[in-house]
């Protein structure tokens, strides 16, 4: 007769990663397991170590379920990266799950303060026995009820982890077009990145940060996936674009290829030009034009190839012109000297004023 095969509880199914609250249950109830009651007499001790179990697999679930949550409290999220995230996962997912984690402490720590006041009048190994399981049945089913929360929060940080951190305040230029228009190769041209580049649309499905040095300032140079402008329909990588050239620019450079390369004509990339300038009107838009070694049109966007180096010099005088220090400069008065002098005529007015932060020297980001 076959032999009747071991049913396989389906969070330890072979493969499958088990949820999360089977981890913490794990830890918890393990250093549970390895308290060391003393006491004078068997019943004093017997009394501790129920006392001593309920307190340990408590503290244990407490600091786990702290650990979960700890990279989202201690440091919240900017505007830019809530708007990140509302997409993949649904605006108040993180609100949500933090909120429902916060009522799970809130309630273990009053369970597990209700069982020692009856543990203290509970008495004899059974009866304390059957208490203790007892709570530890009523314990695992308060984290297992915020299993997807913790899952929430594991695939959020998973996917945070995978993004730059924008530096809040600091210029920044998001590079943005169609797909396979070369922009990775801009960027690269432009900064310290170095983002894949290859003739596939989508080659960039998550946006990247490099850096350049404006003289005056640290430009943070966004590269981006590739946003084909279908009204109404994008893909999570298009999405991520298009948050990131709404929320996170301080100059959004827009590539346009005109070469027979892209799959996608000249005039098709301009109505997602003019998309965008009506759906974020305070965005500045800097248009050029790429693989100009290729072909070139005759108009009055900046011509550039990433390939000959033609035109980055003036690409980056415009990008300068466009985040150079704003009116929002420290008064006058504060470029005044201590004696009341004015610094007119120093050779070094400017680096005598004391430095303003990036925020206050250039546009502020819009959040
Ligand atoms: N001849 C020429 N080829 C270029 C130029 N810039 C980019 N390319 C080529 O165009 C192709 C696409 O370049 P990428 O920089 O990866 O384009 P992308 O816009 O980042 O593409 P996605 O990330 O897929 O949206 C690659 O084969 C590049 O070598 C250029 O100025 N001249
Ligand atoms: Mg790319």
């Not at 809530?82 to 799950?97: Q, S, V």
């Not at 590079?175 to 080659?203: E, M, Q």
């Not at 640290?218 to 996936?225: H, K, N």
């Not at 098709?268 to 070694?293: C, G, H």
Request: aromatic fraction near 4%.
């Amino acid at each position: 007769m076959a032999r009747a095969r071991r049913a396989v509880p389906p969070s330890r199914t072979p493969g499958v990663r088990p949820p999360p609250s089977v981890e913490i249950l794990d830890a918890a109830f393990h250093r549970a397991s390895l308290v060391t009651p003393r006491g004078e007499t068997k019943a004093t001790r017997d009394r501790l170590r129920a006392k001593l179990k309920v307190v340990r697999s408590t503290a244990t679930v407490l600091r786990h379920l702290r650990l979960e949550t700890r990279r989202f409290v201690r440091t919240p999220l900017t505007d830019f990266e809530r708007a990140l995230i509302a997409d993949p996962f649904g605006e108040g997912t993180l609100d949500r799950a933090l909120r429902r984690l916060r009522r799970a402490e809130e309630r273990i720590r009053g369970l597990a303060r209700e069982e020692e006041r009856t543990l203290g009048h509970t008495a004899g190994p059974e009866a304390l026995g059957a208490r203790v399981k007892s709570f530890y049945g009523r314990l695992a089913s308060f984290v297992r009820e915020v299993d997807p929360d913790l899952e929430a929060l594991r695939a959020i940080g998973r996917y945070l982890r995978d993004r730059p951190q924008l530096e809040s305040g600091a210029p920044t230029l998001v590079v943005a077009g169609f797909p396979n228009v070369g922009k990775s190769s801009l960027v690269a041209r432009l900064s310290t990145a170095r983002p894949k580049i290859a003739d596939y649309p989508f080659t960039t499905l998550a946006i990247s940060v490099g850096h350049a040095d404006l003289g005056f300032d640290r430009l943070q140079v966004v590269d981006t996936p590739g946003v084909l402008g279908r009204t109404g329909r994008s893909n999570p990588a298009e999405t991520e674009a298009t948050t990131t050239v709404g929320k996170a620019a301080t100059v959004v450079l827009f590539v346009i290829d005109p070469s027979d390369r892209s799959d996608h004509s000249a005039d098709e990339q301009e109505t997602l030009l003019a998309r965008w300038r009506e759906e974020f009107p305070t965005v500045p838009i800097l248009v050029v034009e790429t693989k100009s070694d290729l072909a070139r049109r005759s108009n009055d966007h900046l011509k550039v190839s990433a390939v000959t180096g033609e035109g980055i010099d003036d690409l980056l005088r415009e990008i300068r012109a466009r985040v150079k220090p704003t009116g929002e400069l420290p008064p006058i008065e504060e470029s005044i000297t201590e004696d009341g002098s004015a610094l007119e005529g120093s050779p070094s007015r400017t680096e005598n004023v004391e430095s303003p932060s990036p925020a206050r020297r250039t546009a502020r980001r819009r959040s």
